[in-house]
């Protein structure tokens, strides 16, 4: 079965597609793009399919501020995109798990429940884990792909700019827009070290994790891999991380997608067997409580 699925929170409207699986049991993965991705970009709607075909269900969805409505590829709405920031994606992805129960989307205590995300999506994932793990949500396990070690990665000329007019433009190379990064993103990103470390919030989760990145990622370097695999070891998780040769930030895909590559195989294929994997031998601190 496969579904459109909206979620209209307090803070705004969070737009997806489901994709359930045959067995009622079926393990559910919750895929958050990128800080500019949207569910139907590239290689996730193959990428879904895919774990359909594997006996596993799916939930891509849009940031509720990510400027990308529904089914759309072009960044409509610019006011929403600047309001953007870590604590909005956070907070969807939160109330996305919290409302699982109330939702079309199937869950019960019989699902296990993973959370899975690309380049800088890995942010609000992780710090978004962290919370629901500490309120009792069950979360299985974290797949990373291509994800990033800090949210600060803009430059000394950029933060400048940005301080100075409150808002930075960077531009898309796919739409050609100039798009607008607000206040509340860039003082997030002052308090990368603090509030909002990656390294601070791996280190109080309490669940697996899984980490692939391409050896040539042009966008974010493997070595932020590395560097979030030693982080998360250090903090007690049990972690894995797998390297694929040569492939791109997207595993040599574009969109629109064209159709797949040895490397997005490989990504879709240690996905499934660690998902399979965990489920054979579930996490002692599994609580089902949705």
């Known amino acids: 079965m496969k579904k459109k699925i909206s979620f209209e929170f307090k803070h705004g409207k969070v737009d997806g597609i489901y994709i359930r699986a045959t067995d009622p049991n079926a393990p559910l993965v919750i895929i958050t793009n990128g800080h500019n991705g949207f569910y139907s970009y590239g290689m996730f709607p193959y990428i879904q399919e895919k774990l359909f075909e594997d006996g596993i269900s799916s939930y891509s969805y849009n940031f509720s501020h990510g400027g990308v409505l529904g089914d759309a590829n072009y960044f409509s709405d610019l006011k929403s995109y600047e309001q953007n920031c870590m604590r909005l994606e956070t907070e969807d992805l939160c109330e996305i798990v919290r409302n699982l129960k109330n939702s079309e989307i199937h869950f019960s205590e019989k699902n296990m429940l993973f959370l899975l995300a690309h380049s800088l999506g890995g ?16 979360i299985e396990g974290l797949i990373l792909v291509s994800t990033v070690k800090t949210i ?7 933060m400048e700019e940005w301080e100075r007019n409150g808002v930075y433009y960077i531009k898309n190379n796919r739409t050609k827009q100039d798009l607008p990064q607000g206040k509340e993103f860039l ?20 669940t697996k994790i899984l980490i692939v990145h391409c050896e040539k990622d042009e966008a974010v370097s493997v ?8 982080w998360s070891i250090q903090g007690g998780n049990k972690t894995d991380l797998h390297v694929i040769a040569n492939g791109t930030h997207t595993f040599g ?9 040895p490397e997005l195989d490989s990504l879709i294929k240690v996905v499934r067997e660690w998902i399979k994997n965990k489920l054979e ?10």
């Open 152 to 158: 600060a990665r803009w430059g000394k000329a950029a």
């Open 187 to 206: 003082e997030e990103i002052k308090e990368a070290n603090g509030k909002w470390s990656i390294q601070k919030a791996l280190s109080g989760l309490r």
């Open 223 to 230: 070595d932020d891999s590395t560097v979030l695999r030693d």
């Open 123 to 138: 942010a609000p994932t992780i710090f978004a884990a962290n919370k629901l793990l500490a309120e009792g949500y069950p």
């Open 253 to 261: 895909t574009k969109h629109p997608f064209s159709g797949t590559t």
């Open 281 to 290: 031998v579930p996490s002692d601190e599994f609580r089902a409580i949705i």
